[in-house]
């Protein structure tokens, strides 16, 4: 069997790598975990949660690696009702409405990167 023992990283393509590590760091509080260059002109970028966990690293577009998309990505959060009317007021575009909360689905709500990546916050540790 493989070694595996979690999950490291995850993939979000962003047309811009200094605007996203702006957007993860300035409007969520990610740190920023790696910026390496590579190849020919590359950069290999990392923004990682101040809880820790795995990383999410921020790639210019290859092939159908392309910005704009359902990422699959819930971020756990104590007080999603606090997060998304702190996102709101700083310009970030949320869910108008939050969902679950009713015992049996978490409090949860999506937003949009500055790319359109779509993201979940969900109520949890």
Do not use: C
């Amino acid at each position: 069997m493989p070694q595996i023992t979690r999950v490291g990283r995850v993939i979000v393509p962003v047309m811009d790598q200094d605007e996203a590590i702006a957007f993860y760091t300035e409007k969520l509080g990610f740190s920023l975990a790696a910026d390496t260059p590579y190849g020919e002109g590359d950069r290999w970028v990392e923004v990682a949660p101040p809880g820790g966990g795995a990383a999410i690293a921020l790639v210019t577009p290859r092939g159908e690696t392309q910005p704009g998309r359902m990422t699959g990505i819930a971020l756990s959060s104590p007080d999603p009702r606090a997060d998304h009317a702190e996102l709101q007021a700083n310009g970030v575009d949320v869910d108008a409405e939050l969902m679950g909360g009713d015992g049996t689905v978490p409090l949860l709500f999506f937003f949009r990167d500055h790319d359109g990546n779509h993201l979940m916050i969900v109520e949890g540790q």
